[in-house]
Nanobody, 119 residues
Framework: QVQLVESGGGLVQAGGSLRLSCTASGSILRVNVMGWYRQAPGKQRELLAR???????YYVDSVKGRFTISRDNAKNTVYLQMNSLRPEDTAVYYC?????????????WGQGTQVTVSS
């Protein structure tokens, strides 16, 4: 069984920063792509950033230059440093991980963490 636990969300003023963390635990033999998504009220969940096991990164245009994704393979943890936050960044943020659990490659989601940016 695999669990993803997120932390770091909260309330911040526009222009501020937050750092999200997501740690995978359980039956994990290898971790491949790790990513962050968000879902605002009334909108679809969208990919923000992802990082491969080789540290290649991808960012959606709306967060380029403001958000940075990184990972600590020894801790099975992915981070999202968010700077210059805007009210439109308000959403529930989810981590997503592809990993080998000893039987197959599977995709897992975190429980979500609320980020609220006030103007």
């Amino acid at each position: 069984q695999v669990q993803l636990v997120e932390s770091g969300g909260g309330l911040v003023q526009a222009g501020g920063s937050l750092r999200l963390s997501c740690t995978a635990s359980g039956s994990i033999l290898r971790v491949n792509v790790m990513g962050w998504y968000r879902q605002a009220p009334g909108k679809q969940r969208e990919l923000l950033a992802r990082i491969t096991s080789g540290d290649s990164t991808y960012y959606v245009d709306s967060v380029k230059g403001r958000f940075t994704i990184s990972r600590d393979n020894a801790k099975n943890t992915v981070y999202l440093q968010m700077n210059s936050l805007r009210p439109e960044d308000t959403a529930v943020y989810y981590c997503n991980v592809d990993l080998w659990n000893g039987r197959n490659w599977s995709n897992y989601w975190g429980q979500g963490t609320q980020v609220t940016v006030s103007s």
